[in-house]
């Protein structure tokens, strides 16, 4: 278990819809980063957040947001959505940030199927 | 345009054997280079970092290695295990950059 929480699980939906997915940071991590894993792309970063504070942003297409609250947990938000949308999403904490070679403890992720 | 190159096939070995992965890459100037472990439908873990003014780190029965000239990391398991097969994920960062960039991943199994 690496203290950092996902919600939900799975998560079924229908193209078009939006929808919202959760992490809790482990205790005392301040960085938060967003990942996509599909079968074809591999693990591709989509944003970082240090502190509620965007720190650095990858692919991240303009139809996805994301944000870091004051209590340090952090929302994904995906709308529009397609089937290529489809795909586990995983959020990873560090202490730091990632310029510092610190290590990210990945969530189980939330496995995405839009139908 | 930056790669991060890792084998697609399968690398398939004996248990006892030692097992060497390959991370090569073009286009950047890492500052560090880290190796991640990952399980079917899991996150990935994390295993361990390089950093660019190193040529080689130990962990247990794993080494890592670190080429900046040959532009390659090899990752090693010796007296590999059954319980070592996964997928092994190499990530670095370039210089002054931000965000990382993970390899595909190379599958291992390892047969008792």
């Known amino acids: 278990d690496s203290g950092v929480t996902q919600t939900p699980k799975h998560l079924i939906t229908a193209t078009g819809q939006r929808v919202t997915l959760r992490c809790s940071p482990r205790s005392g991590d301040l960085s938060v980063y967003w990942y996509q894993q599909s079968l074809d792309q591999g693990l591709q970063f989509l944003i970082q957040?240090?502190?509620?504070?965007?720190?650095a942003k990858g692919n991240i297409l303009e139809r996805f947001s994301a944000q870091q609250f004051p209590d340090l947990h952090s929302e994904l938000n995906l709308s529009s959505l397609e089937l290529g949308d489809s795909a586990l999403y995983f959020c990873?904490?560090?202490?730091?940030?990632?310029?510092?070679?610190?290590?990210?403890?990945f969530g189980p992720g939330t496995r995405l199927l839009v139908l | 345009s930056q790669k991060i190159e890792q084998n697609s096939e399968a690398l398939n070995i004996q248990e006892g054997k030692t097992a060497t992965l390959t991370c090569n890459y073009t286009n950047y100037s890492p500052a560090y280079l880290q190796w991640y472990r990952q399980d079917p439908g899991r996150g990935p873990v994390f295993l361990l970092l390089i950093r660019e003014n190193e040529k080689e780190k130990r962990k247990e029965r794993l080494k890592v290695t670190f080429d900046t000239t040959l532009k390659q990391s090899l990752f090693h398991i010796t007296a590999s295990q059954p319980a070592d097969s996964a997928t092994y994920l190499c990530?670095?960062?370039?210089?002054?950059?931000?965000?990382?960039?993970f390899g595909r991943g190379t599958s291992l199994i390892v047969h008792p």
């Open positions: 990873a904490s560090s202490v730091g940030g990632w310029d510092r070679g610190e290590t990210q403890y």
């Open positions: 957040y240090y502190n509620g504070e965007e720190r």
């Open positions: 990530a670095l960062r370039g210089g002054g950059s931000y965000i990382p960039t």
